[in-house]
């Protein structure tokens, strides 16, 4: 399973997009990026999953370039809610229920 | 339809005690998944379990961790002769299937604490 590097935690202000970026340079051919995200005393709840290229969704884009070694979780126009931690991941294949959390990136939305 | 339910909440054992962790999936998933996030840190894997098959327990520690996962009724974590390296949240997640890249739904855990 890929390891993945993100930012320890990012700032942004209500109203704002953020972009948070993720490094997999290991990432397999089989290999999809999902990101979750996480509110305190919370279990984790998916937010999106890609192979490649963009997907979006009601909630977040993701961008995955076409040498897949890194993506970018995008939100627009974040609120206080949106604080919490974002977790990439990437994994594929039979095992792919066995999640690799890094520490995640921290995001902080102020008013 | 409710998510995945855990319980307790909140947990306190003193040291050499048993812990019991209760998970019940979502209706209509057979597939039951355990994780352990110490603070400050991502979840990791404990073991994977479907209706009475325990499938992949890679992630448990060999000794006083045991999981099940009844033909009736949730799945049951459990800690025995629990010591303080065992605080920690908790967490249950199920899916419908292990199709690749299945999306896991997760309960909102049980912290314990171990005096």
């Known amino acids: 399973l890929a390891k993945t590097t993100q930012p320890i935690s990012m700032d942004s202000y209500e109203g704002q997009e953020v972009n948070i970026t993720c490094s997999h340079n290991?990432?397999?051919?089989?290999?999809?990026i999902t990101w979750y995200q996480q509110f305190p005393s919370q279990g984790p709840r998916f937010i999106i999953q890609?192979?490649?290229t963009k997907v979006t969704n009601e909630v977040a884009s993701l961008f995955i370039p076409a040498d897949r070694k890194s993506s970018t979780l995008s939100l627009p126009r974040v609120s206080l809610s949106d604080t919490a931690v974002y977790y990439c991941?990437?994994?594929?294949?039979?095992?792919?229920?066995?999640?690799?959390f890094g520490s995640g990136t921290r995001l902080l939305v102020r008013p | 339809n409710a998510g995945v339910m855990q319980n307790p909440r909140h947990l306190v054992r003193r040291r050499g005690q048993e812990a019991r962790l209760r998970c019940s999936p979502m209706?209509?998933?057979?597939?039951v998944y355990w994780y352990r996030q110490l603070p400050e840190e991502g979840l990791k894997f404990m073991v994977y379990?479907?209706?009475?098959?325990?499938?992949?327990e890679s992630g448990m520690p060999k000794e006083r961790f045991s999981a099940e996962f009844p033909k009736e009724g949730p799945s049951i974590l459990r800690i025995q002769q629990v010591v303080r390296g065992d605080s920690a949240a908790y967490f249950c997640?199920?899916?419908?299937?292990?199709?690749?890249?299945?999306?896991?739904?997760f309960g909102s855990g049980t912290q314990l604490s171990v005096l």
């Open positions: 379990l479907q209706k009475e098959n325990i499938i992949d």
């Open positions: 890609g192979y490649k």
């Open positions: 209706k209509g998933h057979s597939h």
């Open positions: 290991n990432i397999a051919t089989n290999d999809y």
């Open positions: 997640a199920s899916s419908p299937s292990t199709g690749i890249n299945e999306k896991l739904f």
């Open positions: 991941l990437v994994g594929g294949g039979d095992s792919s229920y066995k999640l690799i």
